[in-house]
């Protein structure tokens, strides 16, 4: 590949949340006609980078240059205006319009009477397709095609903008093999156009077939950029976890106990397939793996969330069939959720109506209410998580992250639970309660609860778990115990790279 | 994907700041009543007479119950446009079946009670299991409703206004009309049942995350069809009370009740999103319409006007509440 001159350029981005710095002093270039592959763990800052550089995020400071020009991005439609376009994982596309449609919306070519263009808007359409080798029927609906079929619209749509960086969140995720090559073909189309390709991916084998550049990002970091030529497999996944565990984890507790809960071959198509396992009680079961790879499907299922195509979960020894959450809570699980604000909690009810919302169930269905019982059992739970609140009809939307996801953790606790199932627990928390929220779990593993921790946070779930499953694509690929799990072991096994 | 955002995007309020918006949404419709109380009795002398008081409640109190039953529903995100029509078919098939026969009249309560409730069943099953979405399933079951109706009584009126009858929809125990205390009942109830059993604070949990609550272990869609139940029942009770009042089994009495019941709801602070309001406040929203209409009918000004001035509370009122600080 040809040194081409820099099309894209930031310099110096910093982004910070409150409670947390996501990106840090990030330089990031890119060439015209280059694939430059951003790799990162999850919370690495590589969507927050993204998020800046289309315009969807203000850097706090730093600047941006296109074409050697300094640019303030105001918002991802002037980004695209400007010729930065960015295809996510989930389309951004009109299911029940077709594909011109989709391209051209909101820009639809128009004739002298100032109506629709519609045959313009066609030929345009199978002209930029045909462009980069793609061939569509332009009058499908996008409901029609399936998703690889999708990702073409995209990048079709990118190209009606003229966009000369063009960011590819994840593209093969949902990919088959085949339609990878195809897409693969398509960038290379794209770069023979000069344009620039930002590639965002977790799979270490496609980032060094397609890109020509890498840069490793790292609690929101640059740890390091390399001609792809240069770096292997394991130098690259090193790059990409090589920290101090210097956060410091709960003693673990003592093993051997009982099973609480065996998974036998769960499958469900599309989701997840063949999963087993089994829980002890006292034990924290650390389930990692990246983002995609069905982990949390498969709580979900356990919890009777969702359904599953085959597979038996049996409980203390006995098969049951958990139909619904209701069922699942009935037996003594409970689950706190990866989206705290959508799925665990009732965000405009007060913190005692969401603490006792599990436990009004097993105080008896639809009879009536014991408020002074609730309020005692909010207060107890209050003081005893710490939770911060003025009151306890307190509006729990108000609360910080770390407070609210102790409010969900308490909706269990009322009545202790055999198994509790954690979905990415400290998502978003700052230090001081993700170190709460550690200490509760193992207080409560040490009583006898089973525990499942899904986390994408290699320090937690090796500082936490007494065992570590991994997941890939639905299928379980580790299981190690904490004595022989390493950071390089889990994320070999969460990526796929051999060792 | 964005660790970081979903927290720096909520938006951060320190928690001991007055909400003033949920104290509009709690209070607000009962300080206009309040003030359109005091602007009522200003303006016309003949306003706070003990005659006229008990004219407006006596008027108000079928919408009033019809209101209530729609708080529950409207409480879990959802919406009941079958009221009018329950409402309808309930005041004929009272009339019709009662044939002068007083024996009939607890035996004719419970079954249109029981009609309303299946109703219900049948609005609430679609909109838990079938995920009909409130507004289209009891649109469309509105209308079948109104058309059994029809076919019912072939579109002829059935009269049956008896002493009895007579008494119950124009009489008083004390000095308060009987209509009124069967409102008032329905309160009490409607208040027992939201503040004070599970099944209430369930309501709110559903209307305001469905995904959390399920999540949660509650049965969500029983909750779903139990609050169209409530509405139904309530509906073919104010039907009973309307028809004891009227005496005529007229199918076309009960159109307006369905989008009134909704305005009432929504201008006494309920949000039409579900997870916040209450009954209270709905009392107010149907008691200030009512003033408001008794007040321009005073004033002698014409029935364009009360239209007009409806729909701008309802706009009002509502924006008013929407409006968060």
């Known amino acids: ?499 | 994907m964005g660790t970081a955002s979903s927290e720096s995007l909520s938006r951060v309020r320190h928690p001991s700041s007055v909400d003033l918006g949920a104290i509009i949404r709690q209070y607000g419709s009962y300080i206009g009543l309040a003030l359109l109380v005091i602007v009522a009795s200003l303006l016309s002398p003949a306003f706070l007479s003990t005659t006229n008081v008990f004219l407006i409640l006596r008027q108000a109190a079928a919408l009033g119950i019809i209101a209530e039953g729609q708080t529950f529903v409207i409480l879990t995100g959802g919406i009941d446009l079958t009221v009018g029509s329950i409402l309808s078919l309930s005041v004929v098939l009272v009339t019709s079946l009662y044939k002068y026969n007083d024996i009939r009249l607890v035996p004719l309560l419970l079954l249109v009670i029981g009609i309303g409730a299946l109703i219900g069943v049948i609005n609430g099953g679609a909109v838990a299991w079938l995920g009909v979405p409130p507004i289209v399933m009891t649109l469309g079951m509105m209308t079948l409703i109104q058309g059994a109706g029809l076919m019912y009584d072939k579109g002829v009126p059935q009269n049956t206004l008896t002493d009895t009858f007579r008494f119950l929809g124009e009489g008083k125990i004390w000095i308060v009309p009987i209509p009124v205390l069967v409102w008032a009942v329905v309160i009490g109830i409607s208040a027992v049942l939201l503040y004070r059993t599970n099944f209430g604070s369930f309501v709110y949990a559903v209307g305001g995350n469905p995904k959390a609550t399920r999540l949660s272990g509650v049965n969500v869609k029983l909750v779903m069809v139990l609050v169209y139940v409530v509405s139904g029942a309530l509906a073919a009770i104010a039907g009973y009370v309307l028809a004891a009042r009227m005496g005529v089994g007229d199918n076309w009495v009960g159109q307006t009740y369905a989008l009134d019941s909704i305005a009432c709801v929504a201008i006494g602070g309920t949000s039409l999103f579900g997870g916040r309001g209450g009954v209270g406040t709905t009392v107010a929203g149907v008691l200030l319409l009512s003033v408001l209409y008794n007040l321009l009918l005073l004033l002698g000004v014409s029935y364009f006007w009360q239209e007009v001035v409806k729909g701008l509370i309802i706009i009002g009122g509502v924006t008013l509440y929407t409006r968060r600080t």
């Open chain 1, 1 to 499: 590949m040809t040194q081409s001159e820099t099309i894209l350029e930031m310099r110096n981005i910093s982004k910070a949340f409150p409670g947390v710095q996501a990106l840090q002093d990030v330089s990031f270039e890119c060439g015209r006609g280059e694939v430059h592959a951003l790799v990162g763990e999850n919370g690495s800052g590589k969507s927050t980078l993204v998020k800046v550089l289309n315009g969807a995020y203000a850097p706090d400071t730093g600047s941006i240059l296109l074409d050697g020009h300094e640019v303030k991005v105001k918002d991802p439609k002037q980004g695209k205006g400007l010729g930065i376009s960015t295809i996510y994982q989930e389309f951004e596309l009109e299911p029940y319009l077709d594909v011109a449609e989709n391209i051209f919306l909101g820009r639809e070519p128009t004739n002298r009477l100032g109506l629709v263009d519609f045959r313009k808007m066609h030929s345009e359409a199978v002209r930029l397709l045909n462009e980069v080798g793609m061939h569509l029927d332009v009058r499908k609906w996008i409901t029609d095609l399936s998703v690889s079929q999708q990702q073409m619209v995209e990048i079709a749509k990118a190209l009606s903008f003229r966009a000369k960086v063009l960011v590819m969140d994840e593209p093969t995720s949902t990919l088959t093999d085949e339609e990878t090559d195809r897409l693969f073909s398509i960038i290379r189309s794209l770069q023979g156009q000069g344009i620039a390709v930002v590639y965002i991916s977790h799979r270490i084998k496609e980032v060094f077939e397609i890109a020509d550049r890498v840069t490793v990002l790292r609690d929101g970091k640059v740890v390091g950029t390399e001609m792809i030529r240069n770096v292997d497999e394991t130098a690259l996944v090193k790059m990409m976890i090589g920290r101090t565990l210097d956060t410091i984890f709960p003693e673990k507790g003592e093993q051997g106990g009982e099973v609480v809960l065996s998974a036998r071959h769960l499958s469900r198509k599309g989701a997840f397939d063949d999963i087993s396992f089994d829980l002890q009680k006292g034990e924290i079961l650390g389930l990692s793996g990246l983002v995609g790879s069905g982990r949390t499907e498969v709580a979900r299922t356990l919890f009777g969330a969702d359904r599953m195509d085959r597979g038996e979960i049996l409980l203390d020894g006995r098969a049951v069939k958990i139909r619904s959450p209701r069922d699942a809570v009935s037996f003594g699980l409970g689950l706190v959720p990866e989206n705290r604000r959508e799925e665990g909690l009732v965000i405009c009810l007060s913190v005692q109506k969401n603490t006792v919302l599990a436990v009004l169930e097993r105080m008896g269905r639809f009879l009536f209410r014991n408020p002074r019982r609730e309020r005692d059992i909010t207060v107890q739970l209050v003081s005893s998580l710490d939770i911060k609140c003025p009151s306890c009809d307190c509006e729990v939307g108000l609360l910080s992250g770390g407070n609210q996801q102790k409010v969900v953790l308490s909706k269990w606790l009322s009545a202790p639970p055999k198994v509790i199932m954690f979905d990415e627990p400290t998502r978003g928390i700052d230090v001081g309660a993700k170190a709460e929220i550690h200490i509760l779990m193992r207080t409560l593993a040490n009583k006898g609860a089973g525990i499942l921790m899904i986390s994408s946070e290699l320090p937690e779930v090796l500082g936490m778990s007494d065992r570590i499953l991994v997941m890939r694509e639905g299928r379980l690929v580790g299981d190690f115990s904490a004595q022989e799990a390493t950071e390089q072991k889990v994320m070999a096994a969460a990526t796929g790279v051999m060792q």
